[in-house]
């Protein structure tokens, strides 16, 4: 059983930047992360292979965020730069087979809240 636990999340003025880490218990080779809104269904936000070599992002964030990973310590970051009111949401980190689909994925951290604040 992997166990995913993020940090970082927290409130910040539009514009600002957030950086957002997940600590994996052991080595997984996708991961990914997600957010949800309230009322809204849970979206990708930006995903990563195990070399780094292969980076995904969902058109909403691309240009803004950054998804990376530090394979020794079993950890990927997402930098989250100009956010936007509209970036609100709580943010999970996922691991699993890759894709853009949340069922893609089996294991899930806890989520974090990010508030940007207009």
């Known amino acids: 059983q992997v166990q995913l636990a993020e940090s970082g999340g927290g409130l910040v003025q539009a514009g600002g930047s957030l950086r957002l880490s997940c600590a994996a218990s052991?080595?997984?080779?996708?991961m990914a992360w997600f957010r949800q809104a309230p009322g809204k269904e849970r979206e990708f936000v930006a995903a990563?292979?195990?070399?780094?070599?292969?980076?995904n992002y969902a058109d909403s964030v691309k240009g803004r965020f950054i998804v990376s990973r530090a394979n020794a310590e079993n950890t990927v970051y997402l930098q989250m730069n100009s956010l936007k009111p509209e970036d609100t949401a709580v943010y999970y980190c996922?691991?699993?087979?890759?894709?853009?689909?949340?069922?893609?994925?089996?294991?899930w951290g806890q989520g974090t809240q990010v508030t940007v604040s207009s």
């Open positions: 996922a691991a699993g087979a890759g894709g853009r689909g949340a069922a893609l994925y089996s294991y």
């Open positions: 052991a080595r997984i080779f996708t």
């Open positions: 990563i292979s195990w070399s780094g070599a292969s980076r």
